[in-house]
């Protein structure tokens, strides 16, 4: 059985995403913090449950039409979370692993390399791409989300090319040269 965090505050934040972007990228958020407590869990990562849900199910915030600013998605995505957040009156030094867990979740070989917040999202993204679970698409499906993720994207781009800068995940991916599971 599946068991999301039910605190006040994860509600709160699983209804903002609600809020703002699409069913299949909601779903990618919530198996993204299922991949991630999975990997924890069978390497021993230390990370606080409810931190790593809150990066996890924000993480694609930045393709929602409400956060689409000039800059990259990902850090439009954790501007918006960190705002969120804040105004919650959730600590700054919380705020703070949810923005960089968020900003990084693309960055291949850094978010390794920092907190376990950090890290444990991006291999949760990873792995909903690498290594579908059935049992966890089967609680929230997929929902085509490798062409609906590029199309949020790249409409983004199409409005503003620097959102894309060339050595970027988006500037990839709007360029053709990647597809969205090759992050």
Known sequence: MIILPNDPLSQRVLDFARLHV??????????????????????????????????????DLGTAHAFDGPVRFEVEGADGAAAFLTAEKVPADVVDQVWEAIALHTSAQIAERRGPITMLTRRGVVADFDEPDPAFEEQFPRWDIERELKRLVVDQVAHNPAKAPKASWAGYLTRGSVEPDDF
């Open 22 to 59: 699409v069913p299949p990228i909601l779903n990618h958020s919530i198996r993204t913090f299922l991949h991630a407590s999975a990997i924890a869990a069978r390497e021993g990562v230390e990370h606080d449950r409810e931190v790593l849900f809150h990066a996890c199910a924000l993480h």
